[in-house]
């Protein structure tokens, strides 16, 4: 089992900065890929960022060049450093964790998430 315990989301100004974490713990398998994914009211839950162990990384269009996710693969932890925030940034973002290979491969775990407000 995996738990992943997120903070960091709070209210903003736009064009202003936060950063997330999220510390996974728990039975930490070796190979895996954590991320960040947001909901809006009314809208589908959608991918922000990916990392995978090695450090490669994949964004989402709409916030690609603003935001940054990065990993602590000794802490278990990954970051989110969103800049240059705008009120469409505003919903809720949620911590994954997905093991890739072995029998649980392509298992997913989530945060509870945080909710990140962008408004003047």
């Known amino acids: 089992q995996v738990q992943l315990v997120e903070s960091g989301g709070g209210l903003v100004q736009p064009g202003g900065s936060l950063r997330l974490s999220c510390a996974a713990s728990g039975s930490i398998f070796r190979s895996n890929v954590m991320g960040w994914y947001r909901q809006a009211p009314g809208k589908e839950r959608e991918v922000v960022a990916i990392i995978a162990r090695d450090g490669s990384t994949n964004y989402a269009d709409s916030v690609k060049g603003r935001f940054t996710i990065s990993r602590d693969n000794a802490k278990s932890t990954v970051y989110l450093q969103m800049n240059s925030l705008k009120p469409e940034d505003t919903a809720d973002y949620y911590c994954?964790?997905?093991?890739?290979?072995?029998?649980?491969?392509?298992?997913?775990?989530w945060g509870k998430g945080t909710l990140v407000t962008v408004s003047s």
């Open positions: 994954n964790y997905e093991v890739v290979g072995g029998l649980l491969n392509g298992r997913k775990y």
